[in-house]
């Protein structure tokens, strides 16, 4: 897909070839849109454009088309996510116009998390569509400028489209995101990923499926702040590995863990950067704002450039 196509500012450093950087913004449980613009202002200057999560955790937030009216007016590029857990194919025809309209340049199509995970695990999951016909739903109304119904649409939204991917996850089936990036997909954003080598692996391993000639691929990472922490992404986040001598450091750290964590991740960034084909990050700061604009300056990633 050519910038001039989308008209984003994530497309177009992609295509320029540029090092992306992306973030992530959280919409509350609460019809409050200060928690969003709060968010996405701590963000301006470092990222290139933004995730706007959609119900993650299965548990019920603000809308994410909401949220991308916030992070737009905020002065931040919004990328929304829309999980085919919630949406028929009809209402996610409607946000897909919507997102446009209100701001979203960006698209990253989601299963969405299972509903036991959530609060409400009662709900019924809808998929009508999954994951690879809403990106071909994507590219068809962008390309062609129709609904799957064959409508004309006036202005069609005109989406860089991403998928995301677990490489670490055990075991790993590639033909999955070969599928997603065969519907049409443009990048793909990755599960978080402490583990470099076993990442390096993957990379050479897609590099020869020709990954990387097909998609940009940006890695998904989120500042270490305690033991704790990576302990429980060791153990509930699926498809996310944090290497025993990572733990180790971090609990050796004590009460210095938040700081010896921001030294660990900022390796780790460095190390990311510097793997060939690899196009961006994706930083999740999970609430600590603070820590990703850290990791952004310190990896040699601020400023951002124009475009």
Not at 24 to 48: I, M
Not at 159 to 177: F, M, N, R, W
Not at 247 to 272: F, H, S, Y
Request: proline letters at 6%; aromatic letters at 4%; a negative charge.
């Amino acid at each position: 897909m050519t910038a001039e196509a989308s008209g984003g500012r994530l497309a177009r450093l992609l295509e320029a070839g540029t090092f992306a950087v992306t973030g992530e913004v959280v919409p509350p449980r609460s019809g409050d849109a200060g928690a969003v613009t709060d968010q996405a202002r701590e963000l301006v200057g470092y990222v290139d454009a933004v995730n706007v999560t959609d119900n993650p955790a299965a548990s019920p937030h603000m809308s994410p088309l909401a949220g991308v009216r916030f992070v737009a007016a905020a002065g931040l590029e919004p990328t929304v996510q829309l999980v085919c857990r919630d949406r028929n194919a009809l209402a996610l025809t409607g946000d897909l116009m919507g997102g446009w309209a209100l701001g979203a340049r960006n698209l990253l199509v989601l299963a969405g998390d299972p509903l036991v995970v959530g609060d409400h695990p009662d709900a019924k999951a809808v998929f009508d569509v999954g994951p690879d016909e809403v990106v071909a739903l994507a590219r068809r109304m962008r390309d062609e400028g129709t609904t799957l119904s064959g409508a004309e649409i006036v202005e069609p939204p005109r989406y860089l489209i991403g998928v995301a991917d677990a490489p670490l996850s055990d075991p790993y089936d590639p033909t999955k995101l070969e599928a997603k990036i065969a519907a049409g997909a443009d990048f793909v954003m990755t599960q978080i990923a402490f583990d470099v080598e076993a990442l390096a692996a993957w990379v050479e391993t897609m590099r020869a499926r020709g990954l990387f000639e097909r998609a940009k691929v940006l890695i998904g990472l989120t500042p270490l702040r305690s033991v704790k922490q990576a302990r429980f992404m060791n153990e509930k986040l699926y498809g996310v590995s944090v290497p025993a001598s990572t733990v180790q450091a971090l609990e050796d750290a004590g009460n210095d863990a938040r700081e010896v964590g921001l030294g660990l991740t900022v390796d780790i960034a460095k190390a990311l950067r510097k793997l060939d084909g690899v196009a961006g990050l994706h930083l999740m700061g999970l609430g600590q704002e603070d820590l990703v604009r850290a990791v952004i300056e310190e990896t040699g990633l601020f400023p951002r450039p124009t475009a």
